[in-house]
């Protein structure tokens, strides 16, 4: 098994973050509110990764919904 560990090395304005074209997972409206919820009282745990290749969300589609939320 092979693992990785991305650098984290760019800050991106969520207005330039491309929604990836495989995504399937659907998130409700409740979800992204008590994810921005959190998000607000804790700050972001897990960043928004993209893939370098094709410029898209790898992970992280929810948390791009709800960081907007927040403004």
Same mark, same amino acid.
């Given at each position: 098994? =092979?693992?990785? !560990? +991305? /650098?984290?090395? *760019?800050? +991106? %304005?969520? @207005?330039? *973050?491309?929604? @990836?074209? !495989? /995504?399937?997972? %659907?998130? @409700? $409206? +409740? /979800?992204?509110? =008590?994810?921005? %919820?959190?998000?607000?009282? *804790?700050?972001? =745990? ?5 893939? $370098?290749?094709? #410029? +898209?969300?790898? !992970?992280?589609? #929810? =948390? $791009?919904?709800?960081?907007? *939320?927040?403004?």
């Amino acid at each position: 098994m =092979r693992i990785t !560990f +991305e /650098q984290y090395d *760019l800050l +991106e %304005k969520l @207005s330039n *973050l491309k929604t @990836s074209r !495989f /995504q399937r997972n %659907k998130h @409700s $409206k +409740e /979800q992204i509110e =008590r994810l921005a %919820k959190i998000m607000k009282e *804790l700050g972001i =745990r897990h960043p928004i990764h993209v893939h $370098k290749e094709y #410029g +898209e969300i790898a !992970f992280g589609h #929810g =948390r $791009k919904e709800a960081a907007k *939320l927040n403004g």
